[in-house]
């Protein structure tokens, strides 16, 4: 445990000194200021007004930008050190395989998230100092969606950077499987599934299985709890799980992935040639 926490601490720090890191807390901080300053706490839409309007577009705008952040940036931990050498290094230390690999997962979903929960927390002190209603039960659900998510990716990132034999290999790679799960993040492009012959039940649940799809539908959930956005698939969510259900779902599903696709990293990790 002790060197788990160490080497959690080395990544933080490590990652707070890169550029990235940098980049990254720009861009956060400079979307939420963007949106307070716009004047969006002030308008309406669908009914919602003050600090559920401006998280409404907040969250969608982090569903763009966080996914492909977070697998460029972590594709490179595992076969980035590896081409670096650091392995050599590392294994002069007394420092086990997991707590280096469960190390750097946890100190890179630190750094990562502490920029989102910021971002998060400054809306609610904008909408403290403007006087407006908190909506709390809102602002701690998107936070633990966009946690979910974080850890997902996180995972997929990690499994990647696991496999890849160059880092060219593993952001090419990432590249890849944003694409892919954008091709399935939209409900209605699976009508082409369900005109050859699919059942709609089995085309939602494939595009369930999408983590994107799965946190943008949660999303939309929480700002529209009949789902009208979405149509006729509407229906088949809401009676397969219903409106708790589904949120539970959206935020249990993708930490399930992203533990699992960082187990399944680590088991090839620590099979495979480290030199």
Not at 8 to 22: L, V
Not at 92 to 119: C, E, H, Q
Not at 247 to 267: D, E, H, R, S
Request: with cysteine; hydrophobic share 60%.
């Amino acid at each position: 445990m002790h060197h788990l926490i160490r080497m959690a601490k080395t990544d933080i720090g490590e990652s707070i000194r890169s550029r990235w890191f940098f980049v990254y807390t720009i861009v956060f901080g400079t979307i939420m200021v963007g949106l307070l300053v716009s004047g969006l706490t002030e308008s309406r839409i669908m009914g919602f007004t003050g600090l559920s309007r401006l998280l409404v577009t907040y969250i969608q705008i982090t569903m763009a930008i966080l996914p492909i952040f977070m697998l460029i940036t972590t594709v490179r931990s595992v076969v980035g050190d590896r081409e670096a050498g650091v392995y050599e290094y590392m294994l002069s230390l007394p420092v086990g395989l997991a707590a280096w690999y469960w190390g750097k997962l946890i100190g890179r979903f630190i750094t990562v998230f502490l920029p989102v929960l910021m971002a998060m927390m400054l809306a609610v002190v904008w909408g403290m100092f403007k006087g407006v209603a908190i909506p709390w039960t809102q602002v701690l659900l998107y936070t633990s969606l966009l946690a979910g998510m974080i850890i997902c990716f996180l995972g997929i990132g990690m499994l990647i950077s696991t496999f890849s034999k160059s880092t060219d290999v593993a952001q090419g790679a990432a590249f890849l499987v944003w694409l892919f799960l954008l091709l399935f993040l939209d409900l209605i492009l699976l009508g082409t599934l369900i005109r050859e012959g699919l059942p709609a039940e089995t085309a939602i649940g494939i595009a369930l299985a999408n983590p994107l799809q799965a946190f943008r539908t949660a999303a939309m959930l929480l700002f529209d709890p009949h789902l009208v956005l979405l149509g006729p698939s509407a229906y088949v969510i809401l009676d397969l799980f219903g409106r708790i259900g589904y949120l539970v779902w959206a935020m249990v599903y993708p930490v399930f992935l992203g533990f699992l696709t960082a187990i399944i990293g680590f088991w090839g990790f620590r099979r495979g040639d480290l030199s």
